[in-house]
């Protein structure tokens, strides 16, 4: 009887150790990192960030972070200068792109699948633009909807700025590289999603490109490219091809508080959670 008191004292006394240990970690991970942490850059990803940080600061009380978008090419800038320890962008920005030289020296940390639309004003009676009728509206060569099948009125073409992600990624994969033509009539220029999503919901005859996750409301609709709706099944099953990987930039492995976060945003909980449910989609869902 004594033995099996002893043996009985031993095993909840292991226990209690093993209990503590698993606290202890989880303590560990979620109230000893502090820091601040800045994250700069694509105005596409900032739904994302915005929603991460809440979570993680929610986990991890010391720690600050304030997140802003004013176009991808901004982010690896601001972690070039110091201002940001991440630089969240629509493109991997330590390898040369069209456009944007290699950003030397940093990490490209992949956080997210980012599918793209074509986006029109709710009054544009066309649901459906081929790749060589998008390159004819921003080349500046099909200037009526009605030579897409829609009704007599000039297109009013609304596009990013030279920076952009989004655009980066539009202009190859929905324009198949085609040229972006600025014209003096009917040609807008936006610096944001958020300004894109405002331009093209409020402008008559308009058209315009923004991620899927923007893509909310009555007065803008997404079409189809080349008969395929912008969908995030349509991705992940390879039919809807303008879509890329959402990357936060760092100078060099990240580090505390900074590489805390990144692994938050990629751990299984919110990839499968918040991140769903804002319409981008887990980078493991990408064969």
């Excluded at 093993?18 to 850059?41: E, H, M, R, Y």
């Excluded at 990803?45 to 991460?52: E, V």
């Excluded at 009054?123 to 099909?142: A, E, R, W």
Aim: charged share 20%; proline share 3%; with cysteine.
């Amino acid at each position: 009887m004594k033995l099996f008191k002893k043996i009985s004292l031993v095993a909840v006394a292991a226990a209690f150790i093993l209990s503590s240990a698993g606290v202890g970690s989880s303590v560990q991970a979620a109230g000893s990192v502090s820091g601040k942490i800045t994250i700069n850059g694509s105005t596409a990803l900032l739904p994302l960030s915005l929603q991460a940080a809440k979570e993680f600061q929610r986990l991890n009380p010391k720690v600050k972070i304030a997140a802003s978008g004013k176009g991808s090419v901004t982010g690896p800038q601001a972690v070039n200068k110091g201002i940001a320890q991440i630089g969240a962008c629509d493109w991997d920005a330590s390898t040369d792109v069209p456009g944007f030289k290699a950003f030397a020296g940093q990490v490209a940390n992949k956080v997210a699948v980012i599918p793209f639309a074509t986006v029109v004003n709710k009054n544009v009676g066309v649901d459906n633009l081929t790749t060589d009728q998008l390159k004819g509206i921003y080349s500046g060569k099909i200037t009526n909807w009605k030579e897409v099948g829609g009704s007599d009125a000039d297109i009013v073409v609304i596009t990013r700025a030279f920076g952009s992600g989004t655009r980066v990624n539009y202009q190859a994969k929905a324009l198949g590289g085609g040229d972006i033509v600025k014209k003096a009539k009917n040609y807008k220029e936006v610096g944001s999603s958020g300004d894109m999503k405002t331009a093209v919901s409020t402008t008559p005859n308009a058209i315009g490109y923004i991620d899927l996750v923007y893509v909310s409301g009555g007065d803008m609709k997404a079409v189809k490219h080349n008969g395929v709706a912008a969908t995030v099944d349509n991705v992940i099953k390879g039919t809807y091809k303008i879509w890329s990987y959402g990357y936060y930039m760092t100078k060099g492995q990240p580090t505390g508080a900074t590489k805390a976060f990144i692994d938050y945003v990629q751990s299984k909980k919110f990839q499968e959670g918040s991140l769903k449910k804002l319409k981008f989609i887990p980078i493991s869902a990408m064969k």
